[in-house]
């Protein structure tokens, strides 16, 4: 039997290697691109890439979304059955500091996917989105139901715009998309860019950390073997057209084109106070904290509606926080080689 090929883009980031193995060992046959940018430490994409190419069934080609003519020869080489856009660039505050970043990767380059899968065309076009499009939203838990047009920040203004840009595709040529609304995703191999992962690094080193907001803020943190959960269950359920969609009654999240949006999240906020509180207790040491005013482009709550999800593929993230971030903190100690 011929196994069903996937092109995960953004593979050595966080979440794209830790889906990537999970899909080669479910016998998908997985190419990977990346262009192993440095705007996190590099060596640990590389470290994570070395853990896939240890696998049968995974081939990876150093390139950049943004080499238009690169992605072309390679979907026209390989042809796909899905792919899974994961490559983009990341970070909130760093937006702010580097606007031109988020244009290049997050526009140019998801344009130049959309383009490749409308010439070759694939099974079901997944991509990631954010919880950060709900940007000053007050209602909650966020729901793929309300308005999404009040972004604080450019990288969430680029993830909405990934999902305007998507619906157009989906309705002009029938490309299924389906949109990913990650929710502050967080595990071992994770982000040093992350909360999560600078706070134990802080913490272990004796550091202060900086609590925004005076921890006056809540995080639907969800553990990464959710969030893959959830990717795999959707690849097959390539959302088809209703040509009865009516936005009056029907769900903002479907649509008359092949398109759909889901959030994927933990629907479980979590204090700002109470994770740094369960990450003292899994180091075994006390944070040393810096108490400070809120950040511009920071949001003070995110809490995931995931009942569409739970319908559709009958599941929903339950990793607690407390398992999560023992996790985490054993295989940093463990990846660091750290001794306390």
Wanted: glycine share 6%; aromatic share 14%; hydrophobic share 35%.
């Amino acid at each position: 039997m011929v196994k069903e090929k996937i092109l995960i883009t953004g593979v050595a980031g966080f979440v794209g290697f830790s889906l990537a193995q999970v899909l080669i060992n479910e016998s998908y046959s997985v190419v990977g691109i990346d262009n192993l940018n440095d705007y996190y430490d590099k060596e640990l994409k590389i470290n994570r890439l070395n853990q896939l190419r240890d696998m049968d069934g995974f081939i990876f080609f150093n390139k950049d979304l943004k080499n238009k003519n690169e992605l072309d020869s390679l979907f026209e080489s390989e042809k796909f059955d899905y792919v899974i856009n994961l490559a983009a660039q990341a970070g909130v505050r760093y937006s702010i500091e580097n606007p031109f970043a988020y244009l290049d990767s997050n526009l140019t380059g998801f344009l130049n996917i959309l383009e490749t899968c409308r010439r070759y065309p694939v099974k079901h076009l997944l991509y990631a989105s954010s919880s950060s499009v709900y940007g000053g939203n007050k209602v909650v838990p966020f729901s793929t139901n309300h308005n999404v047009d009040h972004p604080v920040s450019l990288y969430a203004a680029t993830k909405k715009s990934n999902e305007l840009m998507a619906h157009t595709y989906s309705h002009l040529y029938d490309i299924p998309t389906t949109g990913l609304r990650f929710f502050t995703v967080y595990g071992p191999w994770g982000r040093p860019d992350m909360a999560y992962f600078s706070f134990t690094k802080d913490i272990i080193e004796g550091n202060p950390i900086k609590v925004f907001n005076h921890g006056k803020m809540e995080r639907d943190f969800t553990y990464i073997d959710d969030i893959v959960e959830g990717i795999v269950k959707l690849i097959p359920l390539a959302p088809e057209k209703n040509s009865d969609w009516d936005e009056s009654v029907d769900e903002l999240g479907a649509s008359f084109a092949p398109y759909r949006v889901y959030n994927i999240g933990n629907n479980s906020p979590v204090p700002l106070m109470k994770f740094i509180n369960v990450l003292e207790e899994k180091i075994g040491k006390e944070a040393n904290k810096q108490y400070m005013e809120m950040q511009p482009g920071d949001v003070l709550r995110t809490y995931a509606d995931v009942s569409e999800l739970e319908r559709d593929i009958d599941f929903k993230p339950s990793t607690s926080i407390e398992d999560g971030l023992g996790k985490f903190v054993d295989w940093y100690k463990e990846y660091y080689n750290v001794k306390l």
